[in-house]
């Protein structure tokens, strides 16, 4: 079935570049995704791209898509402390989404 | 104001009660969903709805029930809560058509003791 694996935690120093990483298994999804969580709050959609492009870049945030190796990543530039988050990636699969299991960034001062 | 609002935000209830978790949005979308998130587990979806009166199972639906009697409400029931099901619940909703994105609410902590 339908499955997307990313790693669980993250920790980063403050003002260096957070790379989360994601593979997808449903090689027909239309749109990949990212969600950030913070603390007490929904899921929060950050940016997405679609399956036919494999760089989409948005102020400090940059996702690459390697197709043939399903893997998704997000790079967030100059990480900062209210970047501190859980990270959801996510593909469409179908009429619903599948998501990860989160990836819990820690901001180091 | 929230396009997507949940009530309660956070319930503590004891094992054998009935339990109504609400949803509302303002944002005009046809399909609502319900999902819990556990540690460790992320987000599993319990079930969804596409339009008034359409219901589906999703992931883990067994021992939930819901309701979609108007299309900017979604409520999700526990006839009979057990303390597996603490967990934060989350209602999210999409326009129509695959591949939208799901828009959620801030959750709701629900507690059986």
């Known amino acids: 079935g339908e499955d997307v694996e990313q790693s669980l935690f993250l920790s980063v120093r403050e003002g260096d570049s957070s790379v989360i990483n994601c593979t997808y298994t449903d090689s027909s999804s239309t749109y990949l995704y990212w969600y950030k969580q913070e603390p007490g709050a929904g899921l929060q959609l950050l940016t997405y791209?679609?399956?036919?492009?494999d760089m989409k870049q948005d102020q400090r945030l940059t996702v690459l898509l390697n197709k043939k190796d399903k893997h998704l990543s997000l790079r967030i530039a100059d990480t900062q402390t209210g970047d501190s988050a859980i990270y959801f990636c996510a593909e469409s699969s179908g009429d619903k989404i599948i998501f990860g299991k989160g990836t819990r960034l820690h901001i180091l001062p | 104001d929230a396009d997507v609002t949940q009530t309660p935000r956070n319930r503590i209830t004891k094992t054998g009660k009935r339990i109504m978790l609400e949803c509302s949005q303002t944002k005009g979308h046809d399909r609502m969903y319900w999902y819990r998130q556990d540690p460790g587990l992320g987000l599993r979806l319990i079930y969804y709805?596409?339009?008034?009166?359409?219901?589906n199972k999703g992931e883990i639906s067994d021992g939930y029930s819901v309701s979609r009697q108007a299309q900017a409400k979604f409520s999700l029931s526990l006839e009979s809560a057990i303390p597996n099901q603490t967990a934060l619940y989350f209602c999210?909703?999409?326009?129509?058509?695959?591949?939208?994105?799901?828009?959620f609410g801030d959750g709701t902590r629900l507690s059986i003791l």
């Open positions: 999210a909703t999409s326009d129509g058509g695959s591949n939208q994105p799901q828009h």
């Open positions: 709805s596409f339009d008034v009166k359409d219901i």
């Open positions: 791209i679609f399956s036919n492009m």
